[in-house]
């Protein structure tokens, strides 16, 4: 293998000259570095990762842990980190299927030291785990978790301002009887894009029926069993607010098996505006969240935090959300602003 020390010495330059040319750092002037470049790679040489990292107490990767890979909209997160992780020259490190606390803890300490920042999505995390598996020096951005602390950078979607607005839109269609297909149990949002719902439902004067509030653990299977359930109550809803876009489709795959006219005898909406949900028949209305500019936003966050140290002020941001309204509903295909209530009672519109 060729060594650092044998490139210094083709290239009649210092050990030290190779180290700064490959690590970008110090002093080289440009026909000096092009010469050492250009000889390492007539002698194939290749720089070792790890004496690269201890070196310049940097790795050039940043952590993504995920609960899951399956799905559009963790391949649609996948996809925005990805992209914006390689224009700026660093490498994504991916774990996911942590399905409990004790194998998040395990992930952390495995990302620990081997990447400059470290993007988290999980259901079953704590401040104190955090605290107790990572140094205070480690940035991390938190994406849609419920996190009580500031001590971390964090984006949210709205989740309820979502589930409310498409609430009131079901209910300006007229609807009496409107369920909800609900996502897993003890998830931050799932838990608010019901929140959203029942609000909506409680402004409207509508009763709020147990037996319209069907689990679903946010997928095609789930929604597809809920439906089955919801079509066998007497009498049905008529319109049906899955929280995720993958129940929407199960549900949307169960009315079709039993006979159920979309939207015709029941109306139908998801949450997050998957990119087939515009090509499904009929063509799914949804709350459109910017799920690929998720990823985006999460690796400029951690990166901002890297270039700085962590010793940045820390932020937490509500991405807003949308409605994209299609034939699933009894609508033409639109997009347009959500207008719910804030923690003020007070009317906000939200635009993404």
């Known amino acids: 293998m060729t060594t650092i020390k044998d490139v210094a010495r083709a290239a009649g330059v210092s050990i030290a000259t190779v180290s700064r040319v490959f690590n970008n750092v110090g002093p080289v002037d440009e026909e000096t570095r092009r010469h050492v470049r250009q000889v390492a790679s007539q002698m194939k040489y290749v720089p070792n990762a790890l004496g690269r990292s201890l070196s310049i107490r940097r790795t050039d990767a940043i952590g993504l842990l995920l609960p899951d890979l399956f799905g559009e909209f963790f391949s649609e997160v996948l996809r925005g980190s990805d992209q914006t992780a390689q224009q700026s020259h660093y490498h994504l490190v991916v774990s996911s299927s942590h399905n409990n606390k004790e194998e998040i803890e395990a992930a952390l300490a495995m990302m620990r030291g081997r990447v400059d920042g470290l993007i988290i999505m999980s259901p079953h995390l704590d401040a104190e785990s955090l605290n107790e598996n990572l140094p205070q020096s480690q940035p991390v951005v938190l994406l849609n978790c419920y996190v009580q602390s500031d001590g971390f950078d964090a984006l949210n979607v709205d989740n309820f301002g979502g589930a409310y607005a498409m609430t009131k839109h079901l209910l300006s269609h007229g609807h009496e009887r409107i369920a909800i297909i609900k996502g897993t149990e003890r998830n931050f949002d799932a838990a608010e894009r019901l929140r959203g719902y029942r609000l909506a439902m409680q402004e409207a004067g509508r009763t709020i029926s147990p037996d319209f509030e069907i689990g679903g653990n946010f997928s095609e299977s789930g929604g597809y069993d809920a439906a089955q359930k919801l079509i066998a109550i007497a009498p049905r809803p008529t319109a049906i607010f899955a929280c995720n876009d993958s129940m929407a489709i199960g549900a949307m795959s169960a009315l079709r098996d039993a006979g159920v006219q979309i939207p015709e005898e029941v109306a139908l909406a998801g949450f997050d505006d998957v990119p087939i949900a515009p090509y499904l028949t009929p063509a799914l209305t949804s709350v459109h969240v910017g799920i690929h500019n998720l990823g985006v936003k999460a690796i400029e966050t ?51």
């Open 302 to 352: 951690v990166l901002h935090a890297v270039r700085n140290k962590n010793g940045h002020h820390k932020q937490q941001i509500t991405l807003e959300t949308t409605l994209s309204l299609r034939e699933s509903c009894g609508c033409e295909q639109q997009h347009i602003t959500n207008t719910y209530p804030d923690r003020g009672g007070d009317v906000q519109t939200a635009t993404y």
